[in-house]
């Protein structure tokens, strides 16, 4: 078979589906703009097994030529060179045709913010209650990867896990669905962490976003898990009756208020029958995951703590709720999604110091709006180095004032990265860098 890799990316994605072929002895190609010199070893890697690389503008010869195109999810499915595609997938749709998803219980996860950190603690509590659980999908695991595992399994006579939970961007839903011709499979749990403004960069409205969305949210789900508010429309759209729907914030039990990052990951097991005790027993040894509110390291009163992966306003507010009762020095700002910073703005008023990141979004939305409620503010600034020693002064200031005040340096810029980073994991990563180098001097 001929298969065509449209977008190698920068996560990983193209290059385990190129090896997924690679290994079944297909011919593979790979299109990307990119050049070798920007896509690291990887792309030297795949050359060396076989595949054919073409980096620059891309070639429609290269479509004519493959029997299916494995899209990018970043790539918009109307673009002009998929009109040559005989058939284009996606990971997602290529695991989900496989026979063996009908032996494993299936978890849909998606959201605007906190659909990784969900994924990863219901994985978590379904191993701590002695249950195998794999994960794959927009937190950097690729479906190719778990299919290839469950290939190996079966050759080895060993068994399937007992859960897959899967994350998904509106984009991986959307070129799901359409691989799939809308024929999702079972699933025993579908949910939906949340609902911001995102992507509007992107999108056409807010509503097309949305839909996107909700759209894995088919009559095949046995069990859907919404935020209360959006119980009404799940039940139209998915024709399942109040006892199959369940309330995120109703479920919400006191011992979890302290902590609604992992609400809806308590809501989804709850659902799927897990006592609530042995929920939250599981869930205390839940260490959270990368860039989102990762507590780096502390120094005296002082806390380093890496949100990296807030690229929408809303998403400040939400993790900055979890140091109120420091003095946070926050660190934001970046590049424009086309959305509005008026959610955290409440949080840039209680902040004992800002320190602005620059780009399209700090220079266009976030100053005008500090200017007009007379915020003070550091920067904006072109590295991270210097937004977070600017902090670190003022929380040094502030610790030689008070030196019994907790103090929390927060990074939660509420827009995306790319102006300055390669995207949010290397902004995290870092500060995560620069606040180890600052912790070991």
Request: hydrophobic share 40%; charged share 20%.
């Amino acid at each position: 078979m001929k298969v065509l890799i449209f977008g190698l990316g920068m996560h990983g994605g193209g290059y385990s589906a190129a090896t997924y072929f690679l290994d079944h002895g297909d011919e593979v190609r790979i299109t990307d703009l990119n050049g070798a010199c920007d896509l690291g070893s990887e792309m030297e890697a795949l050359t060396l097994r076989g595949a054919t690389c073409v980096s620059g503008p891309h070639r429609s010869e290269d479509f004519f030529w493959a029997d299916i195109v494995v899209k990018n999810p970043a790539i918009p499915p109307n673009h002009p060179m998929l009109r040559h595609a005989r058939m284009v997938v996606n990971d997602f749709a290529w695991l989900f045709s496989s026979p063996w998803c009908e032996q494993v219980n299936i978890i849909g996860i998606t959201g605007t913010k906190g659909k990784t950190t969900t994924s990863a603690a219901v994985a978590h509590v379904l191993q701590e209650l002695g249950y195998e659980a794999m994960q794959c999908g927009n937190m950097g695991i690729s479906a190719f990867s778990v299919l290839r595992e469950w290939e190996r399994r079966n050759e080895q006579g060993r068994r399937l896990p007992d859960y897959l939970v899967c994350e998904f961007s509106s984009w991986q839903i959307r070129d799901t669905v359409r691989a799939l011709h809308a024929q999702m499979p079972v699933m025993a749990v579908c949910a939906l962490t949340n609902f911001y403004p995102d992507h509007l960069n992107s999108y056409a409205s807010i509503e097309q976003y949305l839909e996107d969305k909700l759209e894995l949210f088919t009559p095949t789900v046995r069990l859907a898990v919404v935020p209360d508010v959006m119980m009404n429309r799940i039940k139209k759209q998915t024709k399942l009756d109040r006892r199959h729907i369940r309330g995120i914030d109703r479920s919400c039990p006191k011992e979890l208020q302290e902590q609604p990052h992992l609400t809806s990951a308590y809501a989804i097991l709850l659902a799927l029958g897990f006592k609530y005790k042995s929920i939250l027993k599981a869930l205390e040894g839940f260490q959270g995951v990368p860039h989102r509110i990762e507590q780096v390291g502390s120094l005296d009163s002082i806390l380093f703590v890496n949100d990296s992966a807030a690229t929408i306003p809303e998403a400040v507010h939400f993790s900055y709720a979890k140091f109120r009762t420091m003095a946070v020095h926050l660190i934001c700002g970046g590049t424009d999604k086309n959305l509005k910073p008026d959610s955290m703005l409440e949080e840039l008023k209680q902040a004992s110091s800002i320190s602005l990141l620059d780009g399209s979004f700090t220079q266009n939305k976030l100053i005008p709006l500090l200017h007009e409620h007379a915020i003070t503010y550091h920067g904006p600034f072109k590295s991270m180095g210097d937004a977070l020693q600017a902090s670190f002064d003022e929380a040094l200031a502030k610790q030689k004032d008070l030196p019994q005040l907790p103090q929390a340096i927060l990074l939660s810029p509420g827009s995306a990265s790319f102006e300055l980073f390669a995207n949010e994991f290397d902004r995290g990563n870092q500060f995560k860098n620069l606040v180890g180098l600052l912790l070991g001097s």
